[in-house]
T-cell receptor, first 114, second 114 residues
């Protein structure tokens, strides 16, 4: 069966510090991968999506970036965090092809920027 | 573009009450429809899905029917439990979108009291 992992689970970082969040998927190959952010009490904001290595698109321009160094690894980064980067970051995967493209989510990373 | 509208919360009800969460969508094609549930501090879990008109998705006592004529996918449960307290998200995917992106509603918080 497929599983998706995210780490760290929680992170407290000062403004201006760098960020690296990691997501890995097991049990499937060539998945579509997604990064979302959820601010407190708010809905989901799609940040990045990828259909393969070196095929990453950004939904919202900001000081975050994403990379996919391996087929089942997706990394969210920032060189300098802002207070507004605080939130709950969710990684998700879906099958690369199929009828319905349902996404499966990881447990999330709670980021607090101080 | 495609969009999803769901009723605002919070929805507060007593244990064993009937739950309905309204969801309507706008789509140019023939989307697949989903309900996700998010328990406090966790990622989203796929609750149920429907891929074509008149399909009924069901899981854990929850049901939703894909109504093309009313562009709706309302979530229902006949007798809620305290453990059903969560945020529920309606979502759609466009099967012609090879990136597999989902459009989410804003989420509806459900609070079930004993």
């Amino acid at each position: 069966s497929q599983t998706i992992h995210q780490w760290p689970a929680t992170l407290v970082q000062p403004v201006g510090s760098p960020l690296s969040l990691e997501c890995t998927v097991e049990g499937t190959s060539n998945p579509n991968l997604y990064w979302y952010r959820q601010a407190a009490g708010r809905g989901l904001q799609l940040l990045f999506y990828s259909i393969g290595i070196d095929q990453i698109s950004s939904e919202v321009p900001q000081n975050l970036s994403a990379s996919r160094p391996q087929d089942r690894q997706f990394i969210l980064s920032s060189k300098k965090l802002l207070l507004s980067d605080s939130g709950f970051y969710l990684c998700a995967w879906s099958a690369h092809s199929g009828k319905s493209y349902e996404q499966y989510f990881g447990p999330g990373t709670r980021l607090t920027v101080t | 573009g495609d969009s999803v509208t769901q009723m605002e919360g919070p929805v507060t009800l007593s244990e064993e009450a009937f739950l309905t969460i309204n969801c309507t969508y706008t789509a140019t094609g023939y989307p697949s429809l989903f309900w996700y549930v998010q328990y406090p501090g966790e990622g989203l879990q796929l609750l149920l899905k429907a891929t074509k008109a008149d399909d009924k998705g069901s899981n854990k006592g929850f049901e939703a029917t894909y109504r093309k004529e009313t562009t709706s996918f309302h979530l229902e449960k006949g007798s809620v439990q305290v453990s059903d307290s969560a945020v529920y998200f309606c979502a759609l995917s466009d099967r012609t979108d090879s990136w597999g992106k989902l459009q989410f509603g804003a989420g509806t918080q459900v609070v079930v009291t004993p």
